[in-house]
């Protein structure tokens, strides 16, 4: 039986001044999720489980409207903090029409190089990618010979990533690592700033625990996030990030960032994304937390890894923390 393939139902972020979309992560909405479907495993299954659900309920309503500038607000609406804690997927990665543009947003995965070098280090022969998004990580492993488990709980990142040349070689898993089958990976990763991306405390809690016990005894967990001091978010600004892309297949798209609100560690950002084929203007407010050096190394501590290195990301010297560490 191949690795994961037990319960193989169906398929699973910093930059610059001019941040693609695709790797803010992370993210919540003022209305809760439930009541306007915004998760990518929204059935309200547990994400176990969720692997059998489907579907994007406001996004058949609102595909269709008339080419005006009236956002379809995907996030929140409700005057308070736009947190998403609890939410398991952005409108961003979640929405079938937004997930589809992740990778024309985002062409430049220079970023992976490091993660593809840091696996061949280790020698990994078994990744577990998590928060694999369109897959683009996964794909890059599965096509050297590895065997990849990639877990995501926007079901529409995993539609684009199973359609992919390559997705059939990758096990895809919807949700988050709580879905998961029993794995030995040597290697688990959380590239484009994931881990970021996982802002409630009790998610990334359960996060570090679900791949410190996906991995085999001496396999190592590695992921990057922002080094706070750098105070990213001064630049997510729609002046510097406005641009617009032509997307073949889907016509241009106009696309920006603005900062909602700084609150402690908290980041709450929106991307707006204008379709000219037809004017369908969608929203997507997102929250990352910052974690400073010295907390995530004693989460890494405290939930039973050891701290082998960090390092600096080769293509952003001087913004990123990238933590190897280890089960041992
Ligand atoms: C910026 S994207 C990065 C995607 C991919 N790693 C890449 O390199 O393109 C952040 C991803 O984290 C996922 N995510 C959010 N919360 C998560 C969680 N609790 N567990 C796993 N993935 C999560 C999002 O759905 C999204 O696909």
Request: aromatic content about 8%.
């Amino acid at each position: 039986m191949a690795w994961g393939s037990e319960h193989a139902s169906a398929g699973p972020y910093g930059v610059d001044a001019v941040e693609p979309a695709a790797r803010w992560g992370g993210d919540p909405y003022g209305k809760p999720a439930a009541e306007v479907g915004l998760y990518g495993c929204e059935s309200g299954h547990s994400p176990a489980v969720c692997g059998e659900a489907g579907g994007w309920p406001v996004a058949a309503k609102c595909a269709r409207e008339p080419r005006r500038l009236n956002p379809v607000k995907l996030g929140s609406s409700s005057g308070q903090a736009p947190r998403t804690f609890g939410r398991m997927a952005d409108a961003c990665f979640a929405h079938p029409r937004l997930a589809a543009i992740y990778d024309p947003l985002d062409p430049d995965r220079g970023d992976l190089d490091a993660y593809l070098g840091i696996a061949e280090e280790f020698g990994a022969r078994r990744v577990l990618d998590i928060g694999c998004g369109t897959g683009v990580f996964a794909l890059l492993l599965a096509e050297r010979g590895i065997e990849v488990v990639g877990v995501d709980p926007a079901r529409a990142s995993l539609d684009v990533a199973r359609a992919k040349p390559g997705g059939d070689r990758v096990r895809w898993f919807c949700g988050d690592v709580t879905a998961l089958p029993p794995l030995q990976a040597d290697l688990a990763t959380m590239t484009a700033n994931v881990a970021q991306a996982i802002a409630d405390p009790h998610t990334w809690q359960t996060t570090l625990r679900g791949a410190h016990a996906a991995l085999r005894p001496g396999g190592h967990l590695v992921f990057e996030t922002r080094d706070p001091a750098g105070r990213a978010w001064e630049e997510w600004t729609r002046e510097n990030s406005y641009r617009v892309t032509e997307v073949p297949g889907v016509g241009s798209v106009e696309s920006w960032v603005e900062l909602i609100e700084v609150s402690g560690p908290f980041v709450t950002f929106r991307g707006t994304y204008a379709f000219a084929a037809d004017g369908q203007v969608l929203t997507s407010d997102s929250t990352l937390r910052f974690r400073d050096r010295d907390e995530v190394e004693s989460d890494l501590v405290a939930h039973g890894y050891v701290v082998r290195e960090v390092r600096d990301a080769p293509d952003r010297p001087g913004k990123e923390f990238v933590f190897l560490a280890q089960r041992p």
